[in-house]
């Protein structure tokens, strides 16, 4: 990676591409790592040496102990997961301090009732999207309703009794606010120390010469005003809100890496334009450990879908693509990859039109590329050439059809599992 400059990691599905274990890849060469959209209902699964870890709301560059670790502007944080990951990276021996973790004062804060009204919204029978239940869409709503609370109303007992006030008047609840208001005080002094102007503290770092690298959550095809709307997170997943959501402007930000699976998966409704029948998802599930992270659900899997990552890679700008879990298209009779979609009455259809027309009830036919079967990856890959001879075709499919270089190659859970095939 060049000096001072910052790189953005992202997903180019619908989350659960391995962004978790590229970014802990990526890291070593970089100085700080920054959460910018989303909170806990991300799951970044790590496996570093004998230890497997979970993080759902602190950057993955935390299992680095050199490294400066930003929750930026743009996450909604529920102190109560955050402090309870700090003791689970304790119990791993890693510790998070102010020095090593820095969250921004305007970030907006998870309440218990948030968590609830996701739940009761979701246990109803309109508008079921699957959502983890961590209260994102609730927390995310109050922000942009202009009620919601930030990580810095926290300090201060007069500022919060009003917005709680506020709160309670806008959303009507009728619980307890006294234990509430307490409880979040409590937090507010443990989050004292470790609160900052977090694009202050980014730009200080790029300015020095050092890199940043950014660690996207969920994915594009998840995102509120990209994604399958209306079963999408309640926020901003592209590249573009690396700068929102983490208060640095976007002259710093110049290369974008996209995630993606070798195949796909999604969690939870929506639509899933190359899934595939339940006994053939089968093998993904249990080769590829396709559960969901954060709820455990079990993943919906289909083929390698190169007309959403085709969208992907223009509504984002990537300009590189990391291809994960390459290993488990291994003992597949059958392999496919999708490169089209054409309708009853449309040929050639973008990844918007395919969507409008499922949304108006139309069937969404995929045009697939039959591969021959993938042979079991080689103990060592040095070189793009170790490569099953399938897994380098659908590195050539990707560059034709998706128009991006393949930068990256992971084939396997551990750190170490991956092929650079290009620096950054
Ligand atoms: P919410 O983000 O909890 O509101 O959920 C909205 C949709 O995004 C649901 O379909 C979730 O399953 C999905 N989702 C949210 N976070 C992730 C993630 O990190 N990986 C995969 N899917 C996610
Ligand atoms: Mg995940």
Redesign the pocket.
Known sequence: MKNNRGLVVL?GQ???EGKGRIVDALAKDFKAVVRFQ?GN???HSLHIGEQSVVLHLIPCGIMRPDKICVIGNGVVLDPEVLFAEMALLESHGIKCSPNNLKIAKNAHIIFPFHKLL?AQREEGAHNF??????G??PCYEDKVARFGIMACDLLSKEILSKKLSSVFHERRLSIDMESLLMKALAYGDRLRPYLCDAGEVIEDILKKGESVLFEG???TL?DVDHGTYP????SNCVAAQASVGSGVGMKWLDEVWLVSKAYCT?????PFFTEVSAQEQDHFRKVGFEF????G?PRRCGWLDLNALKYAVRINGATGLVLTKVDILSDLSDLKVGIGYRSKNHKNLGFMDALELHMQGHTIDVEYLDLPPMDKMPESVNKFSDLPRSAQKICELIEKHAEVAVKLISFGPKRGQELLLSAC
């Open positions: 997903g619908w989350g659960d989303g209902n991300a799951g996701d999207i699957g959502t983890t239940k961590r994102i869409g959550a969920q994915g998840l079963y999408v997170t309640s999604r969690v939870g409704e929506g969901g992270a954060t709820t659900r």
